[in-house]
C-alpha cells in the first residue's frame, strides 16, 4: 500500500510521538472524568487532544481514547458514542455526519509480521470514512481501510478490507493467511 508508513522504533521521530502519546493520554484522562455536563471544559480539552476546535453539531460522549489526536480529522455533525479509540497515528478521517456505536476502535498502527523486525519497527497506515456511515457497536476498524459513502459496518464487525459505498458488512471470523 502506497499510503504505509514505516517508523524505526528508537528513532528521533518515534521519541517525539512517544511524548505526544503520554501528553494526550494525560489530556483524555482528565476528560473522561469532566462531569458530563460540564461541556466548556470538554471542548477545552477535546481542543488540546485534536489541536483545533471540534466543528460544528460533532458530539463525542466520553470516555473517550486516542493516543496522538493531531491525526484525527472529524467532518461536522459526527457522532461518536462512548467508550471508542482511536488510534491515530496514521491518520483518521471522519466524514460528515458519521456515527460510531460505543466500544469501536480504530487502529491505524501496528507492526511488521516479520518476527526479526517486529519490535524494530512501527507501521501504519490511515483510516478513510466517507459520509453517512454508520459503525456499528463494538466494530474494529484496521489499518489503511477506507469505508465508501453511506456504508453500515455491522456491530462487532473487524474490517480489514476497503468497504464499498452502500454496502452492509459483517463478521468477524479470523483465518490463517500465511505461515513462516
Not at 494525560?26 to 487532544?49: C, H, W, Y
Not at 466520553?62 to 493516543?67: A, I, V
Not at 456515527?99 to 519490535?119: A, N, Q
Not at 453517512?132 to 474490517?159: C, E, K, M, Y
Request: aromatic share 6%.
Amino acid at each position: 500500500m502506497s499510503s504505509e508508513r514505516l517508523m524505526r522504533i528508537h528513532s528521533a521521530e518515534f521519541q517525539a510521538m512517544a511524548e505526544r502519546v503520554l501528553r494526550v493520554t494525560e489530556l483524555t484522562s482528565r476528560l473522561n472524568v469532566l462531569p458530563f455536563e460540564d461541556e466548556a471544559g470538554k471542548a477545552e480539552l477535546m481542543e488540546q487532544i485534536l489541536g483545533r476546535p471540534l466543528p460544528p453539531g460533532v458530539t463525542v460522549y466520553p470516555p473517550f481514547y486516542t493516543d496522538h489526536g493531531l491525526h484525527l480529522d472529524l467532518a461536522e455533525r459526527v457522532f461518536i458514542n462512548q467508550n471508542c479509540t482511536f488510534l491515530d497515528y496514521a491518520g483518521i478521517r471522519l466524514g460528515e455526519r458519521v456515527m460510531v456505536g460505543p466500544k469501536v476502535t480504530f487502529i491505524t498502527s501496528g507492526h511488521p509480521v516479520d518476527p526479526e523486525e517486529r519490535r524494530l519497527y512501527l507501521t501504519g497506515a490511515p483510516i478513510d470514512v466517507a459520509e453517512n456511515v454508520w459503525i456499528g457497536a463494538g466494530a474494529t476498524i484496521l489499518p489503511g481501510v477506507s469505508i465508501g459513502r453511506d456504508a453500515v459496518i455491522a456491530a462487532g464487525a473487524v474490517v480489514a478490507d476497503d468497504v464499498p459505498p452502500a454496502s452492509l458488512v459483517t463478521g468477524t471470523k479470523a483465518t490463517v493467511h500465511r505461515r513462516w
